[in-house]
């Protein structure tokens, strides 16, 4: 049987070996996981004093729920959707996205009408926009078509070939009001309808 070494002889061999261990994952490329304390048995307290730290950024407000269309998709047909849209690639037909956000990218090409609560063009669009509350067209932005709002902002070196309509508030009440009169009308006859074949 081997020799028992006594309490005193474990604690300066534990000690040797944290130096050790301290020492070996300091000298390999990067560091994973390091002893809080230096050779000299000093605690770092700053977490400044490591200059590989990461300390992320909290952020106080929930991120945006976006949908996003790559720079490589091309899309023929209808888009429906309730978020906000980012579109970087190419759109043909129509966009519906009435409560939220289309945001055409710099390499975004659409060729299709937008109805939308707010667009944002910084590529090019081929098409009607029509929004609830604002079309924003950017500097490198181009929209050929007609565009009905109620504010638009058109920086200097964008190209808008087309027709505005601003509405007013009271534009937009009456056109909702206008929507959901003849929306009922239509509904008459499909009840009436269904109660004659019964």
């Known amino acids: 049987m081997g020799h028992e070494p006594s309490v005193g002889e474990k604690s300066q061999s534990n000690a040797r070996l944290g130096a050790c261990s301290t020492r070996l994952a300091e000298s390999k490329e990067g ?4 002893s809080s304390e230096n050779i000299n048995g000093v605690r770092s307290t700053s977490p400044a ?4 730290s990461y300390n992320p950024v909290k952020t106080t407000t929930a991120p945006i729920e976006q949908a996003t269309i790559g720079r490589t998709l091309v899309i ?3 888009l429906i959707g309730a978020e906000a849209l980012y579109i970087d690639g190419r759109i043909e037909g129509k966009i519906t996205m009435p ?3 289309v945001t055409i990218g710099r390499n975004g090409v659409v060729q299709a009408n937008i109805t939308a609560k707010e667009v944002v063009v910084m590529g090019k669009v081929s098409g009607n926009i029509e929004c609830t509350d604002r079309v924003d067209i950017r500097s490198e932005g181009s929209v050929t078509g007609e565009v009905s709002t109620a504010r638009i902002s058109v920086e200097d070196g964008a190209v808008l070939k087309g027709g505005i309509q601003v509405k007013s508030g009271e534009q937009k009440q009456n056109q909702a009001q ?11 006859p499909k009840a009436m309808a269904a109660t004659a074949h019964a």
Not at 178 to 188: D, F, H, R
């Open 31 to 34: 560091t994973m996981l390091q």
């Open 49 to 52: 004093s490591n200059p590989n």
């Open 76 to 78: 023929k047909g209808e």
């Open 99 to 101: 409560d939220n956000r």
């Open 178 to 188: 206008a929507k959901n009169e003849t929306a009922k009308p239509a509904e008459a």
